[in-house]
C-alpha cells in the first residue's frame, strides 16, 4: 500500500491533474483538498480495496469463489444504482449485465467436490462481503450524482480528490490494525494472526529477500493502477449497468489469465499447480461473449449518429 501511495502521487503529477482538484488555502500554500462527498467516496474506495485484498486471503474460502461473491453482488447493484439516480439503462447494457450474471451462475453450478472448501461461507467472509457491496453503493451513487458528465474536468476533480483519499486512508486503517491488539472475532485466531502479519509488514517485511521485497512494491504499482484504470472506467458518463460489467469483466478475465499463467509455470512443482477449472473458464468464455455486447453495439450507435449528422 505504500507502494500504491507513491504510484497515486507519480501518477497525478506527471499527468498534471492536481490541477482539477478543488483547492484550498493552508497557511501561504494553496493545497488541492477533497469536498466532503469525494472524501466519503474515497473512504468507500480505501474500504473496496482492504476488503477485496482480505477476501482473497481468508483461510478456508476459495479465491474464486470470494471474487465471484463480489463481482456478483456488484453486477446486482450497478442498474438498482442507475434506477435510484433515474439513469436510462440502453438495451446493450442489459444483455452484457445478464450474460455477466450467466457467467457466475455457469462457474456456480459446478457439483461441489470431496473435500472442497469452494462453498465455505462464514462470518467473516460474509461481513468483508457486505462492507464491500456497501461502500461500492456508497461510491456509485456519489458518482452517478456528482461526475458521470460531458464535462471531463469535473470527472478528472472528482478522480483526483477520491484518489487522493482512498490510498492514504487505506494506509492509515493498516497502521491502526497493526497496532491493535487481539481482538476477539467469529473466526477464532484469525484477527490475532491478521494483525500479527499486518506488523511485519510494517516492520521486519523490510527485511527480507530483495526480490519478495521488489515483488511487493510491484504488486503494489499494479493495485493503484488497477484502482486508476478501474475508477476511469466507473466515472464514463454511460449509466453503471454499462461501466460495471465492463470493469467487472476485465476483472474476471485477468483471474482466468492468472490461473493458466500459474497453472503454466508450476504444472510440474511438487505439489503440482492444478488446471484451471473447466466451469471458470466457461463462465469466462460468457465474460468474452458480454464483452462484446458491451463494445460492438455502442460502435455502431456512434456510427448511427455521425451518419445522421
Not at 506527471?14 to 462527498?37: K, S
Not at 483461510?59 to 471474487?67: D, K
Not at 467487472?248 to 485477468?254: H, I, Q
Request: hydrophobic fraction near 55%; proline fraction near 7%; glycine fraction near 8%.
Amino acid at each position: 500500500m505504500a507502494a500504491s501511495l507513491v504510484g497515486m502521487v507519480i501518477f497525478l503529477t506527471v499527468m498534471d491533474w492536481w490541477r482539477f482538484a478543488t483547492h484550498g488555502r493552508l497557511g501561504p500554500w494553496n493545497l488541492p483538498r477533497p469536498t466532503r462527498w469525494t472524501f466519503l467516496s474515497g473512504i468507500g474506495t480505501g474500504l473496496i480495496v482492504i476488503t477485496t485484498t482480505m477476501a482473497y486471503t481468508i483461510e478456508g474460502v476459495s479465491i474464486v469463489f470470494a471474487m465471484l461473491l463480489m463481482r456478483g453482488g456488484l453486477l446486482i447493484l450497478a442498474p438498482l444504482v442507475d434506477f435510484l439516480s433515474r439513469r436510462r439503462v440502453r438495451w446493450f447494457s442489459w444483455a452484457g449485465l445478464v450474460l455477466s450474471l450467466v457467467a457466475l451462475l455457469v462457474a456456480f453450478s459446478e457439483p461441489p467436490r470431496p473435500g472442497s472448501s469452494r462453498f465455505t461461507l462464514n462470518l467473516f467472509l460474509l461481513a468483508d462481503v457486505a462492507v464491500y457491496l456497501a461502500s461500492y453503493f456508497l461510491r456509485l451513487r456519489f458518482m452517478s450524482r456528482l461526475a458521470k458528465c460531458d464535462d471531463p474536468d469535473v470527472t478528472k476533480r472528482y478522480f483526483v480528490e477520491e484518489q487522493m483519499v482512498a490510498t492514504p486512508v487505506i494506509l492509515l486503517v493498516l497502521a491502526l490494525l497493526a497496532a491493535s491488539g487481539g481482538v476477539p472475532d467469529a473466526v477464532p485466531g484469525a484477527w490475532g494472526h491478521f494483525t500479527d502479519s499486518l506488523r511485519q509488514g510494517f516492520t521486519t517485511f523490510w527485511l527480507r529477500d530483495p526480490v519478495i521485497v521488489g515483488t511487493a512494491i510491484l504488486i503494489g504499482v499494479c493495485s493503484q493502477f488497477t484502482g486508476i484504470f478501474g475508477g476511469l472506467i466507473l466515472l464514463d458518463k454511460s449509466e453503471n449497468a454499462f461501466a460495471v460489467p465492463v470493469n467487472r469483466c476485465s476483472s474476471v478475465l485477468a483471474g482466468v489469465l492468472a490461473s493458466l499463467l500459474l497453472w503454466l509455470v508450476w504444472r510440474q512443482a511438487d505439489p503440482p499447480q492444478p488446471p484451471p477449472d473447466p466451469y471458470e473458464m466457461a463462465g469466462a468464455a460468457v465474460v468474452i461473449l458480454a464483452i462484446v455486447f458491451l463494445t460492438v453495439p455502442p460502435q455502431w450507435e456512434r456510427r448511427r449518429a455521425l451518419g445522421a449528422r
